[in-house]
């Protein structure tokens, strides 16, 4: 399997528990043979001017850098190969939600990851929808992201 796809990272990291998924996902990718992990595009590792919100949340309320970065993650969406969404089925994220309905209406390949305990639960109608396929965490590393295929949620949709 040869590195040639490049993901889009949709994720949030606003509490414990995202965070802990984030990183294991991100772990899980830069295990992955076929994901290009280097030219793909992190949002965290995209902050307008390199300003990092945690450490300056009053950017957070700046229009400029608020602007610049939500071009840039949109940037980050057309130009990467495959969306990945970092998906929480007790914490839904209405970032990730409009980053989903927008790398669709690019025509993107919709992943979502969902960690292990939670995969089952029931997820938002939209965010079923819009996947082309739901893996558990522990699946990401082994998944050829080169063979792209479909395939449904096991959960329900609500």
Known sequence: MTKTKTVY???GWFNDKQNDAYKKTMKALEENPTIDLENSYVPLDHQYKGINVEEHPEYLRDREWETATYRGDLTGIKTSDIMIGVYLPDEEDVGL??????????????????????????INLMSWGVCDIALKLSEVKDFDFNKSRFDFYDGAAY
């Open 9 to 11: 990272f949709g994720a």
């Open 97 to 122: 939600g409009m980053e989903l309905g927008y790398a669709l209406s690019q025509g993107k390949y919709i992943v979502l990851i969902i960690p292990d305990e939670d995969y089952g639960k029931p």
